[in-house]
């Protein structure tokens, strides 16, 4: 079955400045790939996500990229704020495998002010 | 209004009980999702349902039992918990008709067994 390796497990930036979170999966036939941010007690909350179509993807401060080939994605935060810090999880899924999320560990990110 | 509803929020009881966690959802979605959350933040998939049929049952143990009563709903039924069994559950719906659709995701349930 599909593996979803996350890095790193946490990450603390300045206000203001960037964070590079990057996901490895195992399963060539993924083809979705999702992002959550989850604040504390809160539920997962999509932010961005990626087809397999498609190289990179833009939203405002938020993009995505991704490699096929080398089966790796990554979330690209630009100029964080504190209200930035959550936990952030990738996934990946494919249609044959019923569309469920395979997730990686997940990134604790804070972001000081 | 909330898309994807869950009840309870939560939930503490005694180890050897049963229990059970109820879901719905009002996005007109037709595949439904049980996930659970453990201490380290560890999200995977349990089951999964399309118009009421489990599609997706990932090797837990059958002391859990999901049930859809329709594609609107999805509970989920624990008999004799453990004190592994405590976790925070998250229902989850996506519109399966369309491919690559995101699942949306409820506050989640979080259990606690003593």
């Known amino acids: 079955g599909e593996n979803v390796e996350q890095h790193p497990s946490t990450l603390s930036v300045q206000e203001g400045d960037s964070a590079v979170i990057k996901c490895t999966y195992s399963?060539?036939?993924?083809?979705?790939f999702p992002w959550y941010k989850q604040e504390l007690g809160k539920r997962p909350q999509l932010i961005i996500d990626?087809?397999?179509?498609?190289g990179e993807k833009k939203d405002q401060r938020i993009a995505v990229t991704l490699n096929k080939t080398a089966k790796h994605f990554s979330l690209h935060i630009t100029e964080t704020q504190p209200e930035d810090s959550a936990v952030y999880f990738c996934a990946a899924s494919r249609k044959a495998a019923g569309n469920k999320l395979t997730f990686g560990g997940g990134t604790r990110v804070l972001v000081k002010p | 209004d909330t898309a994807v509803s869950q009840t309870p929020k939560y939930l503490v009881t005694q180890m050897g009980n049963d229990k059970s966690i109820k879901c719905e959802q009002n996005?007109?979605?037709?595949?439904m999702y049980w996930y659970k959350q453990d201490s380290k933040k560890f999200l995977k998939i349990m089951f999964s349902y399309n118009n009421k049929e489990l599609i997706i049952n990932e090797t837990v143990p059958n002391r859990f039992s999901p049930k859809s009563p329709d594609k609107a709903h999805l509970n989920l039924h624990i008999n004799s918990l453990e004190l592994g069994d405590s976790a925070v559950y998250f229902c989850?719906?996506?519109?399966?008709?369309?491919?690559?659709?995101?699942?949306?995701f409820g506050d989640g349930t979080r259990l606690s067994i003593l």
């Open positions: 989850a719906s996506r519109n399966g008709a369309a491919s690559n659709q995101p699942q949306h």
């Open positions: 990626i087809r397999s179509n498609v």
């Open positions: 399963d060539s036939a993924s083809n979705y």
């Open positions: 996005l007109g979605h037709d595949t």
